[in-house]
């Protein structure tokens, strides 16, 4: 039996996307274990869901830092000193570094609520709704030096409905994140994702 996948989190906010990595872990659907959460939120529901499931976690905010690269450098010796393999970003909303992207090369995954590369960065549901595009969904990919830019992992269809909002759309597609995160973390776990010429292949 070979050593588990570490996984450490990084969330801002609600952490859904967590709960659905600690349920998929719980459940025994995903041969992982979290090793440490990270949120540069105090109040960040994450941490409490982190809490709740006995997960070691810890709030580190860039404002007590000198500059990015500090800041940096101190998650990255959290997440060493934790033996994280994998970092998963979950609602993290601070853009990282060149300098942490390059530590962790290939190492670091994402979930973005549109099919990417249509609609980087911040409300990509209410850009598809005033888009007009009849489907959207969602993309885990490894994480690079530009805005959801990185090579793609896996992603899921959702139909947009005449009548959609913001919110419905958002609903249905988060219901699609919490199935294909845990899902391309497990394919990480099994050695079955190769990067070639910034394209994922799965083994």
Known sequence: MGKKLVVGVLASGRGTN?????????????????????SDNPEAK???RA??????QQCIESGDFADTEEYEEEM??????????????AGFMKILSSYFIQHYSNRIMNIHPSLLPAFPGTDAQKQALEYGV?????TVHFADEGMDSGPII?????????????ESL???????EHRIYPEAIQLYAD???QVRDDRVEIL
């Open 191 to 193: 050695n079955k994702l």
């Open 46 to 48: 994450a941490l409490l």
């Open 18 to 38: 967590l709960q659905s990595i600690i349920n998929s872990i719980e459940e025994g659907r995903l041969d992982a274990e979290i090793g440490i959460v990270i």
């Open 170 to 176: 958002s609903k249905r597609i988060l219901a699609e």
């Open 134 to 138: 009849k489907v959207s969904g969602c």
């Open 154 to 166: 896996m992603q899921a269809a959702v139909s947009v409905l005449e009548d959609d909002t913001v």
């Open 51 to 56: 809490e709740n499931h006995g997960l070691k």
């Open 76 to 89: 990255i010796e959290v997440l060493e000193e934790n033996n994280v393999d994998l970092v998963a970003m």
